[in-house]
């Protein structure tokens, strides 16, 4: 039963993004994969899976971002996170992050695809911090 009422958060966190905000989705090396809202706006928020564990231990991260001016072959975007196991328990936190984003758009007309650049020190409450990268692409199903 307390799997389910987890699961049963989790798909009504994804339902309230594709509801009400435009999205975009984005395949990060080290197979973690992730979905966020629209970019277009100063404040927007992101979900990563890294799923390269087992499902019982499955990090999830979420993320606030501020967004700064987007330029006309760049984005940058500073957040604050935290990562954590929702299968072993909504008290199970593993880290608190920083990340910062770098988008680089290779077609100056064409925003809805990014070059995604990311580097975010980790804070983990069991261990010392470390310092993740992560490369990736990005799709936007904006309107524009």
Do not use: C
């Not at 992101?46 to 564990?53: G, Q, T, W």
Request: no cysteine; proline share 3%.
């Amino acid at each position: 039963m307390k799997n389910f009422k987890q699961t049963f958060i989790i798909i009504l966190f994804f339902i309230g993004l594709a509801g009400h905000s435009q999205i975009a989705v984005t395949g990060f090396s080290n197979y973690v994969v992730g979905m966020n809202t629209s970019k277009n706006k100063t404040i927007n928020f992101e979900l990563k899976v890294f799923a390269y564990n087992y499902f019982d231990s499955l990090p999830i991260e979420t993320n606030v971002f501020y967004n700064f001016e987007t330029k006309e072959y760049h984005r940058f975007s500073i957040g604050l996170g935290v990562n954590l196991s929702p299968f072993r328990g909504f008290d199970e936190i593993n880290s608190f992050v920083i990340p910062a984003s770098l988008e680089i758009f290779p077609i100056k007309d064409f925003k809805k695809i990014a070059l995604v650049l990311e580097l975010t020190p980790e804070f983990r409450i069991e261990d010392n911090a470390v310092l993740r990268g992560l490369i990736g692409v990005r799709y936007s199903f904006d309107k524009k």
